[in-house]
């Protein structure tokens, strides 16, 4: 059944309204900067803070304090309680909705299991690495069987070199998931490789909603086509080559198999007014659609196969004399392109 | 610091630091000098500090008792609930922390004397008369030493992260279990030093226990009070059951501070 959330938080000068619908196994990203509101609106939704109505089918969850709502939250810093082992700590949502310890820890070793840790079932919380933490976080709040999984920025305190890895391991856990999943982030990229629509949250307020191919597109204010700044397509991969659902193809470094997003920054994008000698492997004829003047760089849409953004220098945008309907040859370093398995 | 000299540490400082050290540790040691160590052991096992020395460790560990299971929740209010008035009752709290203890004696026979406030229906419908009792001792100790309790887990309560608690309530657990299974360890570590320091201002007390619980030998002479009747008909023997108050003070401060460079750790 749907879930349906009208959120309303008041606090001083800042108002939050926002209105939700998370299909069931839907994942519903909200993005937003800083003090948009996404944390509050998320503590909302668990009880932590009041204003937050949630209906699912007939029932509503209007009165239910925190302990009673079938949530499940992996926290910022996940907040994992550190006198008790990984087993306790996922065991402990089951215990305290009356489990009987034994039957408590064997389904939190199965969750353990799942997500791959049951070798860490006795260790501290400290001993685990942020990425392991992670996933007992995950672990503890699935373990309860909840309606709604609530990721508070599930990624932000991993190091980039285990973001990677944590981020897809998430991803095929939310998809196993069959409850109504809200991340929140700041983070473009973990939007849209672990959602199937984004909510863009801006001041308190919806400013733009839609899958993360529409946002990519279509971004409504600066705002939104500055945070999510990057190329991302579907594609099918076959090795290092990966065909795009919309046309065109690309090589990748890594060798990847089956259905695939596609993601590199714009600023991986170099163009070139005549074809490149010695014909880098990804390169293509592109035609300039629009330019975009930000701080530091200059951001231009180019149609072609695929269509793609660039970020060039200003020296640079001087050199080509670029104009709308320009053609220009696109180059991208394979090693600029990152793969999530779908 | 290698390489670098620093100045000559200025006398203004020194002096005084040095006078103040010896201070504090001469009498120390004077007790230790004066001990009459040839007939310590007797003086040792003899009745009369067994009585006393059993008697103030039983009263300070029940006084204890008291203190934690009625100082750990109330610590817990003063931390955690948005009670009104809540600055004023935590400056409540520590008022016998400088009141002299004589004085909360007074106060307390005042209140559960026999013809007390609360005392007189105590003594009227359950016959029960706490003064010059051995419960009176407890009584006197656990009003003294529960500030030191109080204030300890309180400063522990509120330098813990109630989001532990806020991700405890989200997995299902009510507000009393969460205290159990998340706060509590947390605050393990305060709550440890709070109970030692309040065990040792129990075992130590003297003011509150002779005025509300008087001086039975075998019923109300804790070491305090034995130490002091003994100075006037036998001074070794004050020397003798304070040479053990010392020793288990020391013990005591021992244990804690070996418990606070685990915590640290």
């Not at chain 2, 026999?114 to 105590?122: A, D, E, F, K, M």
Request: net charge neutral.
């Amino acid at each position: 059944m749907t879930l349906d959330a009208s959120i309303r938080v008041a606090r001083g000068d800042f108002r939050l309204e926002l209105d939700l619908t998370i299909a069931p196994g839907e994942v519903v990203a909200l993005l937003g900067p800083n003090g948009a509101g996404k944390t509050t609106a998320l503590r909302a939704l668990a009880g932590l803070v009041d204003g937050g109505r949630v209906a699912v089918g007939e029932s509503t969850w209007d009165g239910l304090p925190v302990e009673k709502r079938p949530v499940g939250v992996v926290f910022q810093e996940y907040l994992l309680f550190a006198h008790m082992t990984a087993l306790d700590n996922v065991a402990f949502g089951l215990r305290a909705r009356g489990m009987p310890k034994a039957a408590a820890n064997a389904a939190a070793l199965e969750w353990l299991h799942k997500v791959g840790l049951v070798e860490f079932a006795r260790a501290k919380p400290r001993t685990l690495s942020g990425g392991q933490a992670q996933r007992v976080a995950l672990a503890r709040a699935l373990a309860t069987d909840p309606l709604l999984l609530l990721l508070d920025e599930p990624l932000a305190a991993l190091d980039a070199s285990t973001r990677l890895k944590v981020r897809s391991d998430l991803g095929r856990h939310l998809r196993d998931y069959p409850g109504h999943t809200l991340l929140v982030t700041h983070d473009p990229l973990d939007a849209m490789v672990l959602a199937d629509r984004i909510v863009i949250l801006e001041g308190g307020r919806v400013v733009q909603e839609g899958t993360p191919a529409e946002v990519v597109r279509r971004p409504r204010t600066d705002y939104v086509a500055h945070l999510v700044g990057l190329n991302l397509y579907r594609g099918w991969a076959d090795g290092v080559e990966v065909s795009l659902a919309d046309g065109g193809r690309v090589t990748v470094a890594e060798p990847v198999e089956g259905e695939v997003h596609v993601v590199f920054s714009p600023t991986a994008v170099g163009l070139y007014p005549e074809q490149p000698a010695g014909s880098p492997r990804n390169t293509w004829p592109v035609t300039v659609v629009g330019i975009e003047q930000h701080a530091h760089t200059t951001r231009v849409q180019l149609d072609g196969t695929p269509a793609v953004f660039a970020d060039i220098t200003t020296a640079t945008v001087a050199d080509l004399r670029l104009e709308p309907g320009d053609r220009l040859w696109a180059v991208l370093k394979a090693t600029e392109i990152h793969t999530y398995t779908v | 610091m290698t390489g670098v000299r620093r100045a000559r540490l200025p006398v203004v400082l020194v002096l005084p630091a040095v006078v103040g050290l010896v201070f504090l540790l001469l009498p120390l040691v004077g007790l230790l000098v004066r001990a009459p160590w040839a007939t310590l052991p007797q003086r040792l096992f003899s009745a009369e500090v067994g009585d006393a020395l059993l008697l103030s460790l039983v009263c300070a560990s029940l006084a204890t008792v008291v203190c934690v299971v009625l100082g750990v929740p109330l610590a817990w209010l003063l931390a955690r609930s948005d009670l009104p008035g809540r600055g004023v009752l935590r400056a409540l709290v520590t008022v016998p922390l400088v009141l002299p203890p004589v004085v909360g004696g007074v106060a307390l026979l005042l209140v559960l004397g026999r013809r007390g406030l609360v005392g007189q229906y105590l003594d009227a419908w359950f016959g029960v008369s706490l003064p010059f009792t051995t419960a009176g001792v407890v009584l006197a100790e656990a009003f003294v030493a529960m500030p030191f309790l109080v204030i300890s887990v309180e400063g522990a309560l509120r330098a813990a992260d109630p989001r532990f608690e806020e991700a405890a309530a989200t997995l299902g657990a009510s507000r009393w279990l969460t205290f159990r299974r998340v706060t509590l360890p947390s605050v393990l570590p305060g709550l440890v030093a709070g109970t030692v320091l309040c065990w040792s201002r129990a075992l130590g007390e003297f003011g509150a226990t002779i005025t509300f619980a008087g001086n039975y030998p075998g019923e109300t002479t804790t070491m305090p009070l034995a130490v002091y009747l003994a100075l006037e008909s036998d001074p070794d023997a004050a020397i003798v059951l304070s040479v053990v108050l010392l020793v288990v003070s020391v013990g005591v401060l021992a244990g804690l501070r070996d418990r606070w460079i685990r915590g640290a750790a």
